[in-house]
C-alpha cells in the first residue's frame, strides 16, 4: 500500500502536532520547576535577608556594649557578689571607723534568698555616732534596704562614761 501525497501530509503534520506537544509538556515541565526552585530561591533569600539583619543588630549592640563596659562595671558594682561578699562587709566596717563605732556584722539566714544575702549589723557607741553611721549607711553605693532597727539605750542620758548605745540593724542587700 502506498500512500498519496495527501496522506503523507497528513501523516507529517501529526507527526509534527506530537513533536509539538511533547516539546510542550517538556517546557511547560521544565517551566514550573524553575518557578518552584525560584520560590525556594526567594524564601532562602529572605532568611538571609533577616539573619544579615539580626547579624547588624548583633554587631551595633556589641559595639554599644563594648562602648559602655565602664558604666556596665559601675552599675554591677551596685551589686554584691554572692560568693564573695567581702568589699561590701568592708564597707560596713569603715563606715564603723569612720563614725567611731564599734560594729558586728552577723549573717541574716532567714532574710537571705537567691538574689538577696541578709546581714545584722550591731553598732555599739554614742547615740550621734550611731546616728551618723545610718545616714553614712543610706549612701554607700548598693543596692540594699534596711529593714528593721531596733535600738538600746545602755547609758542614762547625757553620760560620757558607761557602755555604749547599742542599735541593730536589718541590712537586706543585692546580689548579682
Known sequence: MRLTPQQKL????AGAVLVLGVCAGGFWFIASGVGEDEAVRAGIQGRLDALAEDRGRAQASNALRAGRQEDMARILGFFVDRA????FLQALEGLGRTTNTAITIDVDEGASDETHLGFRVIIEGSEQNAVR???????????????DISEEKRSPDGASSGPPDRLTVSVRVRTQ
Open 84 to 87: 564573695q561578699p567581702i568589699a
Open 133 to 147: 553611721y545610718m545616714r553614712l549607711l543610706g549612701r554607700i553605693p548598693y543596692v540594699m534596704a534596711v529593714s
Open 10 to 13: 497528513i501523516a507529517a503534520s
